[in-house]
């Protein structure tokens, strides 16, 4: 069987001599060999030049005489929820809606990422009493990611 520490390590020593900030989201392995592996990069995009290099690096590596398997390099993709803290991080400053576990959601601006938590800020017009006018109220809602479900970005062409 193929192992996923082995395959990881492959990937990792790829992504570290390209040095350009690549990160691995996510690495499955299928019980019919399927190797998919996932890449992002904290600045910037995926090229597909850096999915071929991490991809033959992995394939190179391995022997096909002693097992058959099908491979897959792919960046995250935007449609995609974040699966990993360095997603939070370089989506810093986007908008991107939150699927909390409780069941509620919530969409605003990633403002601070970290290791424990992320924080949003969000807008809404309100009528304050008194006043004609509606006033724009801004709030900021600090989740610890234990507590949500899903986070994607908001994809937008304004």
Excluded: W
């Amino acid at each position: 069987m193929i192992n996923k520490k082995n395959i990881r390590q492959l990937a990792q020593d790829r992504i570290d001599e390209l040095n350009k900030d690549l990160f691995i989201v996510d690495l499955s392995i299928s019980t019919s060999n399927v190797i998919h592996v996932e890449i992002d990069s904290e600045v910037g995009n995926v090229s597909i030049d850096d999915c071929i290099r991490v991809s033959r690096n992995i394939e190179h590596n391995l022997d096909r005489e002693e097992q058959d398997f099908e491979l897959h390099v792919s960046s995250a993709g935007l449609d995609k929820p974040f699966r990993v803290v360095q997603q939070y991080i370089k989506n810093v400053g986007h908008e991107v809606a939150v699927k909390l576990n409780e069941g509620g959601k919530i969409q605003g601006v990633l403002t601070q990422a970290d290791d424990k938590s992320f924080t949003l800020e969000t807008t809404r017009k309100e009528r304050i009493e008194g006043r004609k006018k509606k006033e724009t109220i801004i709030e900021s809602h600090t989740f610890n990611y234990d507590e949500v479900k899903e986070t994607k970005i908001i994809i937008s062409f304004k």
